[in-house]
């Protein structure tokens, strides 16, 4: 059955069993765009501030000990997921999040009034606006609510997943620390390094993103509550956004704070976009290394085949035996992803107009995807790549007396010009360098041992 409930815009059907009312009902008619509901983790924040909302609001005395009570219990029960189906608007909505708000306010509204024996969608004893949303507007819960399901994931599922990368890269760098091999700089041969020196740099790499990533949370955590429709506070108790904003920072063990100036942080988006460019620095980061993983594993027999990378799977369905470096070609997909959702970000945060930025949900929606994929991918790419990649020695040493590389140390003993000769004549012959010295004369066995020695030049 679809019973009839009314808002302020009229009468609207709703399913029987639906928790969400009229105005949820006229969001889902009115955004049929892509099928992508609001994330979880933004709808889980947006509970808890319903939930802080009305602890603050019941110890102001504006909300009734018995409506704050079973308010307490639905907004409890949402933040745990119990209402998992009852958000169905999509993603392009609104700009700014009203929809998902009055989503959250009727759910919560309609639950409690089931918990103190009422009509579900009677509106009453509790109402979605006058008690849910009381000291709110979307304009400063929806930005609030990006603000706290960002931070809290970064916190628990990015950074750890970082670190986890950080350290194998680093345990591989300890492991390979002895292992010389060619150097190589535009795609050229280059003078020798150790593979271990190879893969500290992609250690700092990631530790630096993370030091990135960390540097934007003191902006992430500033929250915009209590700035109502502009940012001005209207119909707000001047005691409401301090108190709410307390009892968020105590419950999540995350030192969330007012912000600093609402009128930046409801009209613009500046420390999402910053937050959101930070994962696409390492993003990019993360897409050098697994490039340079593929490359280091070419082959395996004719290409660089100076590692291998652990066999997951067939590579081909028409070429037996290949193997194909399917972990890595993963990470770059996501890197390329989220590199692009940074446009996203960027010009969305453009659109802050006036007093709003208009955006809010798709900003909301491209940031979580991204703190997600981020987050898997790295955690993948440690366990199922970087932990099992194995050096082959043989073919690190082969390629580095192969190279002209050696060339460059007998420059201080033979000068420029002669060694570039030399280089060039180890190249038409296809002799190696220690052949070529060895031949015309230009060193003795004790000095060739020393100034053509690959260990020595790293």
Do not use: W
């Not at 006058?130 to 599922?157: E, T």
């Not at 108190?243 to 100036?261: H, P, Q």
């Amino acid at each position: 059955t679809m019973p009839k409930v009314k808002d302020s815009m009229g009468t609207m059907e709703v399913p029987d069993d639906a928790y969400y009312g009229a105005s949820t009902a006229r969001a889902i008619l009115n955004f049929p765009i892509s099928g992508y509901t609001m994330p979880a983790s933004i709808l889980k924040a947006l509970a808890h501030i319903k939930l802080a909302a009305a602890k603050t609001n019941r110890d102001l005395g504006l909300l009734p000990d018995d409506l704050f009570l079973a308010v307490e219990q639905a907004a409890r029960e949402g933040y745990d997921g119990r209402f998992e189906d009852q958000f169905p608007v999509d993603v392009y909505q609104t700009g700014s999040g009203t929809s998902t708000n009055m989503n959250m306010n009727e759910v919560i509204a309609a639950r409690a009034n089931e918990i103190l024996g009422s009509d579900r969608h009677g509106r009453h004893p509790v109402h979605p606006n006058d008690h849910v949303n009381m000291g709110q507007s979307s304009n400063d819960v929806i930005p609030s609510s990006i603000h706290i399901a960002a931070r809290l994931a970064a916190g628990v599922d990015l950074l750890p997943s970082m670190e986890e990368l950080a350290d194998s890269l680093e345990k591989k760098s300890k492991k390979f620390a002895d292992i010389v091999k060619v150097g190589r700089t535009h795609m050229q041969d280059a003078v020798p390094v150790t593979l271990g020196q190879e893969f500290s740099g992609y250690s700092a790499q990631v530790r630096d993103g993370i030091g990135f990533i960390r540097s934007t949370f003191p902006a992430l955590e500033q929250l915009p509550l209590g700035g109502t429709a502009v940012g001005t506070g209207l119909n707000t108790h001047p005691g409401f956004a301090k108190d709410t904003v307390k009892l968020i920072a105590a419950e999540t063990g995350t030192e969330f704070t007012l912000a600093g100036n609402r009128f930046a942080y409801m009209g613009g988006k500046d420390a999402l976009t910053a937050f959101h460019k930070a994962m696409t620095s390492y993003a990019s980061s993360l897409y050098k290394i697994t490039s340079d993983i593929r490359f280091l594993a070419s082959g395996p027999y004719t290409g660089i085949g100076e590692i291998n990378v652990p066999s997951l799977q067939p590579g081909s369905s028409i070429m037996p035996g290949k193997v194909n470096p399917v972990v890595p070609e993963s990470v770059l997909q996501v890197a390329v992803r989220v590199i692009g959702n940074d446009t996203t970000i960027t010009m969305a945060n453009s659109s802050g107009n006036l007093e709003l930025n208009v955006m809010m949900p798709l900003m909301g929606h491209v940031i979580m995807e991204s703190l997600a994929l981020l987050a898997n991918s790295t955690l993948n790419l440690a366990e199922k790549c970087v932990d099992r990649i194995t050096a082959n020695e043989d073919r690190c040493s082969e390629l580095v007396e192969k190279s002209l590389a050696l060339v460059t140390p007998l420059v201080r003993k033979i000068g420029y010009d002669k060694a570039s000769d030399l280089a060039k004549e180890a190249r038409r012959t296809g002799k190696t360098v220690r052949e070529l010295v060895r031949e015309k004369g230009l060193l003795d066995e004790d000095e060739i041992d020393d100034v053509l020695n690959p260990v020595g030049m790293v």
